[in-house]
């Protein structure tokens, strides 16, 4: 009986692997995108949405979903649940916050000759005219207070030309309710025009209900202060960053107790990312990036006590916590991704340190689709400094075989290089075409230190360039790499990148992709909207010729001053409604590969930002891709 189990077995797991298939764009474009909405009052269920894009209409489902906290019972409903807590009531009852986009300025043509209603021009007098992907028309997001009982609004913004929440991704955790549901905390950056684009100065502001009086919390901080919360003691809790401009700066946990501001994390090497309070409100549980993952981390909160402030990390693995859902007793309810995997939701016991999984949105699509081997590699920079670099091998991968090898290029310049899952740069599918990808965590990227985060600026075109080729040059030695078919791609700063290393990199590439990279740091600094990065990144303003730092970048690391060494071929994307790095850089990138003769193609989006985001769009984005690599590699 036992022979005939084992056989049994045996045959499953063959017919298993015949089943398996590689990633396709059409694969990825079915699976579901996860949304957490909440925890039932009882803390034992969590609520959840699927959303599944129809590519072929451009429509997009939506499906709900109440799944136990331990894993054991999840079902489907009917409807968006209504029983989940809603933070936008005050804790009396009494009021409700909305949103609103209120007219505040005079910008367009009609405002200032309402006569000439078919008028389509703009006017303005300074910056923030435009923003990620949207002309300023003179509207503002506005808090809206609206007494339950008496239908009574008041705009807590009234008249001023400023965003509460921000512009263009702020949300709920932009503001809160005090405890006692006499203030609302909001986020906001009080400042406009040239002012607004030039710096990073958000602070959190008390409005009081009964007074209708506007209170600065955090005059005294220059940089961001963000994500306002209090404790279930009470304490006002916010992350901030210190220095104004500096949109990359370490984040900290501050806690204001018997008025006084409390760094929680001032002495640990690293930055966060987003918190919760524990029940108790003797701990802070917050998301870090950590040696290329997200992590869950614990700082403990000494009160009056005379306990030190100890930060613990309490997971580890190869994959990325990409948000904190809730406390059910010992668990707490997170949604996880990793290179292999789109977001999930889990929850982790903290006594037993165990993982749980809870939504299930994509497991019958995952289980036909044969994974990608991921491989940790740590390699000696030019300057003695040990560097991760992800590797992802092909799902059927034979180190027998010979592959062609992808430098790919992270963006940011200092977003993390973690267990992402992207619907367009995604590592799975680029492998399930039979590509190597080599993904080094160099200079910039967060999870390494404050120092090794914070080494990129000022510095594009330097040592960060060394660790792209110290990388590629390292995994090239391994056998299963074709030495003689490797590309190079990013987006944003990868983008960049791709244009610097075409001029410096000897040969070593036979193909360059670049989306919305940044080429001639000039233009760029004359038409990016958050003029604060340049000034940080690149030091300051091209005409300022005693300027070392911005001479160095305007000079040495602008991608401009290189072209003369292109001689490879060179795929170019750009979408026009870009503010971020406006469509001009791929326009003055592809002209200048024309114009050298160097094989070259652009594609441009009308109506896509800095980021692909309609699925059919996204679907010839990732066609163009794979053909233009199969042309040139």
């Given at each position: 009986?036992?022979k005939v189990l084992l056989l049994s077995f045996s045959c499953l797991c063959l017919f298993a ?27 034992k269920y969590v609520y959840y949405q699927v959303a599944t894009p129809n590519v072929k209409d ?498 040495h690391f602008n991608p401009i001053k290189n072209v003369k060494n292109w001689n490879t071929p ?64």
């Open positions: 009986m036992k692997q015949a089943q398996e298939q590689k990633m396709t764009k059409e694969l990825l474009w079915q699976l579901g995108r996860v949304s957490a909405l909440g925890l039932s009052n009882d803390g451009l429509t997009s489902s939506t499906t709900y979903w109440m799944t136990s906290v331990d894993g054991k019972m999840y079902q489907k409903l009917d409807e968006r649940p209504t029983n989940l807590s809603d933070t936008n009531i005050s804790p009396d009852g009494k009021y409700r916050i909305t949103v609103e986009n209120i007219k505040v300025e005079k910008v367009l043509g009609k405002d200032y000759y309402p006569e000439m209603t078919q008028s389509e021009a703009y006017i303005y007098d300074g910056l923030d005219y435009r923003h990620w992907d949207t002309w300023s028309d003179g509207t503002y997001n506005h808090i809206i207070v609206e007494n339950i009982e008496t239908g009574e609004k008041v705009d807590i913004l009234k008249d001023e030309p400023y965003h509460s929440p921000q512009k263009t991704f702020g949300g709920s955790s932009d503001y809160t309710w005090s405890p006692a549901g006499d203030q609302i905390i909001y986020v906001s950056k009080k400042l406009s025009g040239t002012n607004y684009a030039l710096s990073t100065n958000t602070d959190l502001y008390a409005y009081d209900i009964k007074t209708g009086v506007t209170t600065n919390l955090t005059e005294y901080n220059k940089g961001y202060d963000t994500k306002p919360s209090f404790s279930p003691q009470g304490h006002l809790t916010w992350l901030q960053m210190k220095r104004d401009g500096y949109e990359a700066d370490k984040n900290d946990i501050i806690v204001r107790y018997n008025d006084m501001d409390h760094n929680l994390t001032a002495y640990w090497d690293g930055t966060v990312d987003s918190y919760i309070w524990s029940k108790d409100g003797k701990k802070i549980y917050f998301t870090a990036p950590i040696d290329g993952t997200v992590q869950l981390f614990e700082v403990n909160f000494p009160g009056n006590t005379r306990m030190a402030v100890n930060v613990r990390q309490i997971t580890k693995g190869d994959f990325d916590i990409t948000g904190i859902v809730g406390f059910s007793g010992d668990r707490i309810v997170t949604t996880r991704t990793d290179f292999n995997t789109a977001t999930e939701i889990y929850s982790y016991d903290l006594k037993r340190s165990r993982w749980t999984k809870v939504s299930h949105a994509n497991d019958e699509i995952y289980k036909r689709i044969a994974k990608s081997k991921v491989e940790r590699k740590y390699v000696t920079t030019t300057d003695g400094k040990q560097m991760l670099v992800y590797v992802i091998l092909p799902p059927d991968f034979n180190p027998n075989k010979k592959y062609p090898t992808l430098l790919y290029c992270q963006g940011g310049p200092q977003s993390p290089l973690s267990q992402f899952y992207s619907f367009r740069w995604n590592f799975q599918l680029m492998a399930a075409e039979g590509y190597v990808i080599v993904a080094p965590n160099r200079r910039g990227m967060p999870g390494f230190g404050v120092e090794w985060n914070e080494a990129i600026s000022k510095d594009w075109g330097g040592q960060v360039m060394d660790d792209y080729l110290t990388a590629i040059d390292e995994v090239s030695k391994e056998n299963y790499v074709d030495k003689e078919r490797l590309g190079a791609v990013g987006a944003s700063y990868g983008g960049y990148s791709v244009f610097y290393l075409a001029g410096i990199h000897e040969n070593r590439f036979k193909t360059f992709i670049s989306h919305c990279g940044v080429f001639n740091l000039e233009s760029m600094y004359g038409t990016t909207e958050e003029v604060f990065f340049p000034n940080w990144d690149t030091g300051g303003a091209y005409w300022e010729e005693h300027n070392t730092d911005a001479m160095k970048a305007y000079y060179m795929l170019i994307i750009h979408g026009g409604e870009d503010y971020r790095v406006p469509i001009g850089q791929g326009q003055e990138a592809f002209q200048a590969a024309q114009l050298r003769g160097i094989k070259s193609r652009f594609v441009y989006f009308p109506y896509e930002n800095h980021w692909v985001t309609q699925a059919q769009n996204a679907q010839v984005w990732q066609g163009e891709f794979f053909r233009w690599l199969k042309e040139t590699l």
